[in-house]
Structure formats: structure tokens, C-alpha cells
């Protein structure tokens, strides 16, 4: 304490004691001003991605254990060592899973990550990137489904073994949703395909040749489990036929009358063919030809009916005229006429 006083009065007598003092409130001026305002800020750890994108799969379902994830990345992180690509999973009830992580940003936008296993059901995807600020927004999910169950497939019609006239035949069935379903007929090698309604059912014609048709039915669900059915079906010669009968074969020209004219049209397996039309061309001598349509009903009969007046058909001798009953139908062409005659 003495020997400070004796400084300070040295520095006084000296003159020096300003300067020190000016020194000392200088050094006091920088501390505080150091507290106030405390230490430097850190620079940014970096800026935060932009999300990925991942590719859509040509289709959601597939029968393979395990898959390669595509999809692209943004420009800015293109070829960085500091930032990678996060993978998640989602199952059904279940939160998103981390299942690949740290994988490298690639030289080009385009990324693969090989070798994903699949769990039976639907795998909701999702992936984000993370880097030295923080990770990115997830993008927009991608599904995968996993189905290595065979579709079921039952043949409705026709039964096997059974007897078939016409030149094809129509199998009708039940599968899986939405399979695609080939029907081959190793007989003669013709072969067509139908897609399955949402409900699974599905008509598929197929040509048969005379004799047995060997037929297999093949059913492939979306994503490629198939089952396949055989058949053996056997066509006869049967053919489209039609029958046409009168109320009456002959009347009398001078009392006239009303004929009815009756055609049945059966198919080549001697099944009513309901609902096609019919032309009645009505040739009676004496009154103008007269054509009239009908469609034949679930029997397979169409009628119609021509009113012939007194007198209107040639008189004094007697007279024949043709009538004729035509179709058109998807089995074919087929017609048949009558004679009906006048009296004097």
C-alpha cells in the first residue's frame, strides 16, 4: 500500500499519472464493451435440401421379394459429399421406418437404391436428404404391393367335355380382379385375351376346330402370379337353323284373309337365339311383295302378320307365292321360305 502510494505520487510529481489513467480507462471501455456484446456469432451450418423425388412404378404390384428405389435429386446437392439420401418405409398400421441412410448424392440427378425388401402387402416409400443443416422435406410416396398368391380361377361355362356346334366357343369364368386372362386352344393354336371386370368375372370367345378342342384358360393377376385350367370341348356339325310355318298354307282369293307367319331361330347347339331380328319378305300373287321385321323373343320365335282384303289376290285360277324368313346373326347367314296358294 505504501509503496503503490509512493507511485502514484511518483507518477504525479512526474507528470505520468494522466497517461496511465487515460490507459487504464481505456482497457475498462474495451471489457465492457466485450460483455455487451458477447462472442461472435458461428457462421450457418449450411442450408437445408430441397425434397427428392422417387419414381412411380410402372405397377404397384409385383410377386419379387425386393425391388430398386429410383428417383432424382435437386441440382443444388448434385455430387456433394455433404449431404445424403434417407430412405423410409411405411406398413400398413404402422409409423414410417429409417430402413436405408448415408446414401451418397450421386454425379448425375438420377439415384437407385438396389436391393429393398418387401414385407407381403402394401410398402408406402418415401425419402428425404440430409445434410449439414438439417434434413429435407420427405417426397411424395411411391407403393409397392407384394402379392405371391395365385389368383383363383374357376371356369363357369361350359362344362368340360361338353358338346359344341358352332365355329367358337365363349368360356365364362371368375379370377382375380383386373387379371388378364388367355384362352389357347392347342388344337389349333388360336389363342385371344380378355381382361377381368373389378368383380373378376370375364367372357372369352375362343375358335374351335371339328372334333376336341383341347383349351386352356390362363389367368395372370397384376402382379404376374398365374393359374391356368384346361378344358377339353368337342364340336359337332350342327348348324344355324330356322323354321317358318303359316297359319295356313292356302286361302281363298276371293274371301281374303290374315296370315301369321312364325319363324324360330335356333343356334348351332339347338338353343333359342333370342332378340335378333327377323325379315319376313311376303310375295302373295296379286298384291304388292310386302317385307315386315320382327325380333325373336327368348324362345326364339318372331311373327308377324299380313291382312289380305276380298278379292285383292288374283282370282279365276289358282296361284302359289313365296315367303321367305332371313337372319343375319353372329353365327352366320340362315333363311327359309314356304309357298302359300290362292283359291279361286
Do not use: C, W
Not at 90 to 106: M, N, T, Y
Amino acid at each position: 500500500m505504501v509503496v503503490a502510494l509512493g507511485a502514484v505520487i511518483l507518477y504525479s510529481a512526474t507528470g505520468q499519472i494522466g497517461k496511465v489513467l487515460a490507459g487504464f480507462g481505456t482497457t475498462i471501455s474495451e471489457a465492457i464493451d466485450g460483455f455487451s456484446n458477447g462472442p461472435s456469432p458461428s457462421p450457418s451450418a449450411g442450408p437445408i435440401a430441397p425434397a427428392p423425388n422417387l419414381d412411380t412404378p410402372a405397377s404397384a404390384y409385383t410377386n419379387q421379394a425386393t425391388v430398386d428405389i429410383t428417383g432424382t435429386v435437386p441440382l443444388s446437392v448434385l455430387g456433394s459429399d455433404e449431404y445424403t439420401i434417407s430412405l423410409y418405409q411405411q406398413l400398413q398400421g404402422q409409423q414410417p421406418a429409417l430402413i436405408r441412410e448415408q446414401v451418397a448424392i450421386p454425379q448425375t440427378a438420377s439415384f437407385t437404391i438396389p436391393g429393398v425388401k418387401l414385407i407381403k402387402g402394401a410398402n408406402v416409400f418415401t425419402a428425404a436428404i440430409d445434410g449439414p443443416g438439417g434434413q429435407s422435406l420427405h417426397s411424395g410416396p411411391v407403393t409397392y404391393v407384394l402379392d405371391t398368391a395365385k389368383p383363383r380361377l374357376t371356369i363357369v361355362s361350359p362344362k368340360n367335355g361338353a358338346k359344341v356346334n358352332g365355329s367358337s366357343v365363349s368360356v365364362a369364368g371368375r379370377t382375380q380382379a383386373r387379371s388378364e386372362v388367355l384362352a389357347l386352344n392347342t388344337t389349333n393354336h388360336a389363342s385371344t385375351t380378355v381382361t377381368a371386370d373389378n368383380n373378376g368375372a370375364f367372357t372369352i370367345t375362343v375358335p374351335i376346330s371339328l372334333g376336341a378342342n383341347l383349351i386352356t384358360i390362363t389367368a395372370t393377376d397384376p402382379a404376374s402370379n398365374a393359374s391356368s385350367v384346361s378344358l377339353t370341348l368337342n364340336r359337332g356339325t350342327g348348324n344355324l337353323s330356322m323354321s317358318l310355318v303359316p297359319n295356313r298354307y292356302s286361302f281363298s282369293a276371293k274371301s281374303g284373309t290374315t296370315l301369321r307367319f312364325t319363324a324360330t331361330l335356333l343356334d348351332p347347339d339347338g338353343k333359342p337365339i333370342a332378340n335378333q331380328l327377323v325379315v319376313f319378305t311376303i310375295s302373295i300373287a296379286g298384291i304388292p311383295a310386302d317385307v315386315k321385321m320382327a325380333k325373336t323373343d327368348a324362345s326364339g320365335r318372331a311373327m308377324v302378320a299380313e291382312s289380305i282384303g276380298p278379292g285383292a289376290a288374283n282370282s279365276g285360277r289358282n296361284h302359289t307365292g313365296p315367303v321367305i324368313a332371313s337372319a343375319d346373326t353372329p353365327q352366320g347367314h340362315v333363311q327359309k321360305s314356304i309357298v302359300i296358294s290362292t283359291e279361286k
